[in-house]
């Protein structure tokens, strides 16, 4: 990995990113394996470079008296190549990955944006609206025309009290 990559990678929030996205549970999955697999693999590049240590041919012949097996060794050691993977198929499963990432994230800002202008549309209409002590029968009756049809019903069977209104509001007079 480029060490632009390796950098915008260590420099991910994990926290944040993991509560923003807390919603959407095969996003948070998704990138919760594909930085296992990045640390995995950060990890195994670690050893490598810690293991990638020449070996001492000559201290060995010193040492052993049989220096045509040190021969064989360091022969067999030099014609070691280091095998090269086609990294092909796996960088075309992450750029899937991203493509998928990127899509969730993109319809997760659409909602978010459609959230916040819901949001800002009552507040707005919580601003406008008028205080309680103004409003008039008629304009309860525009906004809830039910009420007239359950008061009118309430009056033929001469019930005059609202069920629960008294335990809700209890009286304050002294009687």
Same mark, same amino acid.
Do not use: C
């Given at each position: &990995?480029?060490?632009?990559?390796? =950098?915008? #990678?260590?420099?991910?929030?994990?926290?944040?990113?993991?509560?923003?996205?807390?919603?959407?549970?095969?996003?948070?999955?998704? @990138?919760?394996?594909?930085? =296992?697999?990045? /640390?995995?693999?950060?990890? $195994? #590049?670690?050893?490598?470079?810690?293991? %990638?240590?020449?070996? %001492?041919?000559?201290?060995?012949?010193?040492? @052993?008296?049989?220096?045509?097996?040190?021969? +064989?060794?360091?022969?067999?050691? +030099?014609?070691?190549?280091?095998?090269?993977?086609?990294?092909?198929?796996? #960088? $075309?499963?992450?750029?899937?990955?991203?493509?998928?990432? *990127?899509?969730?994230?993109?319809?997760?800002?659409? /909602?978010?944006?459609?959230?916040?202008? %819901?949001?800002? /549309?009552?507040?707005?209409?919580?601003?406008?609206?008028?205080?309680?002590? $103004?409003?008039? *029968?008629?304009?309860?009756? +525009?906004? =809830?025309?039910? *009420?007239?049809?359950?008061?009118?019903? &309430?009056?033929? +069977?001469g019930k005059f009290t609202v069920d629960g209104y008294d335990e809700k509001?209890?009286? @304050?007079? @002294? &009687?």
């Amino acid at each position: &990995m480029s060490t632009a990559g390796r =950098k915008l #990678l260590t420099s991910i929030n994990w926290p944040v990113i993991n509560s923003v996205l807390s919603k959407h549970t095969e996003i948070t999955k998704s @990138l919760g394996s594909f930085r =296992k697999g990045y /640390e995995e693999a950060e990890r $195994q #590049l670690t050893q490598l470079k810690e293991a %990638d240590r020449p070996i %001492d041919f000559e201290h060995y012949r010193r040492v @052993l008296k049989n220096t045509d097996i040190v021969d +064989k060794l360091e022969k067999i050691a +030099k014609s070691q190549q280091i095998a090269k993977v086609d990294l092909q198929s796996q #960088l $075309q499963t992450i750029a899937a990955f991203e493509a998928k990432a *990127v899509a969730s994230a993109e319809l997760y800002v659409k /909602e978010t944006q459609a959230n916040l202008a %819901d949001l800002n /549309e009552t507040i707005k209409n919580i601003k406008e609206a008028r205080p309680i002590t $103004q409003l008039t *029968v008629e304009d309860v009756v +525009k906004a =809830k025309p039910e *009420v007239v049809q359950k008061t009118e019903e &309430m009056v033929r +069977k001469g019930k005059f009290t609202v069920d629960g209104y008294d335990e809700k509001f209890p009286s @304050l007079s @002294l &009687m």
